[in-house]
Structures are given as structure tokens and as C-alpha cells.
């Protein structure tokens, strides 16, 4: 599915247009791909459920402008097949059709912005994209646009606020779930944004 002479030699790069691709070793270092790639992830269970090479998880309304035009254009170019759902989402439950496009992926890219914490199917996206990487080996890549990680990691400034207005809706234990998830997700490598500018 990949190409093994892309991801050796092109990065992502972070601009305020969003993502373009460049020569660079930071791409490699940021994401240790799988099986295709190497033999050394032979861990990552590829079965006949895998359809994409990368699940996309992202609240919309932060990103759907250029950031994540830029990131589809960068995937048809380099032939990466993408689950990226880029309808409004509402609701609680997340539908079987995106269960079913994070259990057929081999990565999972995780894109925290400001408002990724108050939507509540961002939060179990991320519930089920840790599950898949813990029954799977999917690898899973944090990449935090405009937001710190520490601000995700223990749900300051306004994953903070995200959660008090979660906690006046939801049972404690979901809310607990998320929050480890949060916590669990943005202890992972990934890319900061801030540090491509």
C-alpha cells in the first residue's frame, strides 16, 4: 500500500496554509510505519479487513479549510488510500461504518485542535482508535495543530472547558474514558505543529 521510497525521504511540513510535503528526515522519525514498510512492525495484524492505510480523526470545524485540503491533496498525490470523513457529524454513537474504517486501517492520525475535546464522537473515535491499537498494533500518530500537548494530556485551557460542559451530560465513567484516552493518546510520539513554523 505505501511507498517505501516516500516515507524514507519526504516530511510533513506545517505551514499556516497547512501541510505540504518536503525532503526531510522528520516524517521518518515521526511515524515508524508498519508491516509494508519494514519488517521490524511485523506486529501490526494485517488481515483481510484492512482497506486503508490511514484513518483520519479530526474535529471539522478547526480544520476543514486548508489544513485538511492541503492533507487529502498530499494523500491522492502520494496514492495513500485515507478514511477521512469530512461529513457534520452529530449524534452520540459513532456509526459502524467509521468502527469498521478505524478497525480496516493500519494507522491512525489523530489531529488535536482547540475544539477536538467537545465533540463527544471525536472522544470516542479516539476510545476506539486506542482499542484498535491495543487488539491490532495499529500504530496511532497524535498530531497536535495549534494546541499543546499538554493542554491535552491533562485537559487544561479548552479541553478543560470541553469537559465541564461533559460532565453536566455525560456519566462520570464515559467522561473518565475520555479523559484517559486523552491522556493515553497525547503521551504517544507525534508532531507539533509549532515546531514546523
Not at 31 to 49: A, H, K, V, W
Request: glycine letters at 4%; charged letters at 25%; a positive charge.
Amino acid at each position: 500500500m505505501f511507498n517505501n521510497a516516500y516515507f524514507h525521504s519526504v516530511s510533513i511540513e506545517f505551514t499556516e496554509k497547512g501541510i505540504s510535503t518536503v525532503n526531510s528526515k522528520h516524517f521518518t522519525k515521526a511515524l515508524p510505519l508498519g508491516p509494508c514498510i519494514s519488517s521490524q512492525y511485523s506486529s501490526i495484524s494485517t488481515n483481510e479487513t484492512t482497506q486503508y492505510d490511514v484513518f483520519v480523526s479530526f474535529r471539522g470545524k478547526d480544520i476543514r479549510g486548508d489544513f485538511l485540503s492541503h492533507l487529502i491533496d498530499a494523500f491522492h498525490r502520494k496514492k495513500i488510500k485515507a478514511f477521512v470523513d469530512d461529513e457534520l457529524k452529530r449524534g452520540d454513537e459513532i456509526p459502524q461504518s467509521l468502527v469498521r474504517g478505524i478497525e480496516g486501517s493500519l494507522i491512525s492520525l489523530i489531529i488535536f485542535s482547540q475544539d477536538y475535546a467537545s465533540s463527544s464522537w471525536c472522544l470516542e473515535e479516539l476510545v476506539t482508535i486506542l482499542q484498535c491499537r491495543e487488539k491490532y498494533g495499529q500504530i496511532v500518530i497524535p498530531i497536535f495543530y495549534q494546541v499543546d500537548p499538554t493542554n491535552v494530556r491533562y485537559q487544561m485551557k479548552s479541553y478543560e472547558n470541553a469537559f465541564v460542559e461533559h460532565q453536566r451530560v455525560y456519566r462520570s465513567t464515559k467522561v473518565q474514558i475520555w479523559r484517559h484516552a486523552l491522556n493515553k493518546s497525547a503521551n504517544l510520539s507525534g508532531i507539533k505543529t509549532s515546531d514546523f513554523r
